[in-house]
């Protein structure tokens, strides 16, 4: 199958195109950038020139394409009513062109948002109002002939070379000479590495069934008490509770995330998908890679 990936040379994407070539699949990924575009080449992987703004290109890769993994997000907290919407209008653009064919589009959601308060399943819908609109502007294309699926990812996909919450935390640690957590510690937040998400998505393009919702999770929740256990320890601080009318001005907008109970469970999909997680668990990763 050739396979157009947008955020192709990206932390999830890059072991995404890993996955998909080792499957024997081609891969055509979206590149904004020389650099990008060269990653894509040194993994094995064609380049498509454009970015989720250039709607044409968007167009065109998907239409070229057997099936479309779309991973590309800007993650613009300053301005992420404006990253939604630019990411709502390349979804649509991207099922414009697959629509009729009855191809595959996976696309990346979250899982922090969805409407519980106890353990998250793939059958809960996100809250009223919630800001990423990846869900919403792709489920409905199951009625235009699309198998869409959406992989909804853990707050915490990690491993060696990640950039994103846990690395912050880190830094935040170094930053105010503690390692904190929210309260008591006790709300939980789940997580899964990279090499089983890259999985979970190809698993997704070759068999999910139309308007599928999937969770991308591994360990359904670790309390933040424990990850802050850990970042203090590897770097000599003490580990305190941050009171939670305090979260924000602690964490600054991780406070967002870091502060809520988002344990979620992968039960169905590991059911529908014959999907069985097989990485490190997140401490054992944040304790080995994430000080170098």
Request: hydrophobic share 45%.
């Amino acid at each position: 199958m050739q396979v157009f990936v947008t955020g192709a040379s990206g932390f999830i994407g890059s072991a995404v195109v890993t996955e998909l070539l080792d499957a024997g699949h081609q891969v055509v990924g979206l590149a904004r950038s020389a650099t990008s575009a060269d990653a894509l080449t040194a993994a094995g992987a064609q380049v498509h020139p454009g970015s989720l703004d250039d709607r044409d290109s968007l167009r065109q890769g998907a239409a070229a394409a057997d099936g479309v993994i779309h991973l590309a997000f800007n993650h613009d907290f300053e301005n992420y009513a404006g990253a939604a919407d630019t990411d709502r209008l390349a979804i649509e653009t991207l099922g414009d062109a697959l629509a009729g064919s009855n191809r595959p589009l996976v696309v990346a959601a979250g899982i922090v948002g969805l409407q519980t308060d106890t353990v998250a399943t793939e059958g809960d819908d996100l809250e009223p109002g919630t800001p990423r609109l990846s869900e919403a502007a792709a489920l409905p294309l199951a009625e235009r002939g699309i198998r869409v699926s959406v992989v909804r990812l853990a707050p915490t996909v990690h491993g060696q070379g990640d950039y994103g919450f846990v690395p912050r935390l880190i830094d935040i640690a170094r930053e105010k000479g503690v390692s904190a957590y929210p309260g008591e510690g006790t709300n939980r937040w789940p997580a899964v590495h990279r090499r089983d998400a890259a999985r979970l998505f190809r698993a997704a393009l070759e068999s999910a069934p139309p308007g599928a919702r999937l969770h991308a999770v591994a360990e359904e929740g670790v309390p933040t008490r424990e990850i802050a256990a850990v970042i203090g320890r590897r770097l000599d601080l003490p580990v305190q509770s941050v009171p939670a009318d305090q979260v924000f001005d602690h964490f600054g907008w991780l406070g967002a995330f870091f502060g809520r109970d988002a344990a979620a469970s992968s039960e169905l999909t590991r059911a529908t998908l014959n999907w069985t997680p097989t990485g490190p668990t997140l401490l054992d990763d944040l304790a080995r890679h994430y000080f170098d």
